[in-house]
């Protein structure tokens, strides 16, 4: 079939194949090739809040006199000043952290790839906002942050049942 071509007509013909089968694979490859590394920056970025929530949490032991992690909440008036100033520092770190979680991984429209790094914070945020103490703190933490985040945290707030102040 080709033996009576010239060569330059093989080398057109080889051309036309490249360019009709060669040129979509590269474009799905290359494709391909983005979206695997926006899923790795993703995965980068939810390992690095991941470790960034272990370190707050290594806070919290080292302050577990405030007893933040269970369920039970010491009123302020139960607190020394200075009990009390490093409650709200550690509330002021944790907020910021859930902020920074939400800009770097929160989305109206969640793929599910998305929706899976999400579900973690969510639930450490809804696991805090059952705390009176942290709810009550919201009101003044969330002056000047993110608009979005805080409208996202102020309807969580509204929407969770908590057990009554103890």
């Known amino acids: 079939m ?28 290359f494709w391909y090739e983005q979206k695997r590394e926006r899923q790795n920056e993703e995965e980068e970025i939810y390992q690095k809040l991941s470790d960034e929530y272990a370190d707050f949490c290594q806070l919290l032991l080292t302050n577990a006199d405030l007893h933040l992690m269970s369920g039970k909440v010491i009123p302020d008036s139960q607190l020394t000043d200075e009990q009390q100033e490093r409650k709200r520092i550690i509330f002021d770190l944790l907020l910021s952290l859930f902020e920074r979680a939400f800009i770097l991984v929160y989305e109206e429209h969640m793929s599910k790839q998305t929706q899976r790094l999400w579900q973690s914070w969510d639930d450490y945020i809804r696991f805090w906002m059952k705390r009176d103490d942290f709810r009550k703190a919201l009101d003044v933490m969330l002056s000047g942050e993110d608009p979005d985040f805080v409208h996202y945290m102020s309807k969580l707030r509204d929407s969770i049942a908590y057990p009554a102040s103890k």
Not at 10 to 27: D, I, K, N, Q, R
């Open 2 to 29: 080709l033996s009576g071509l010239s060569p330059l007509e093989v080398w057109e013909m080889a051309s036309y194949v490249v360019t009709v089968f060669g040129l979509p694979y590269a474009v799905m490859l």
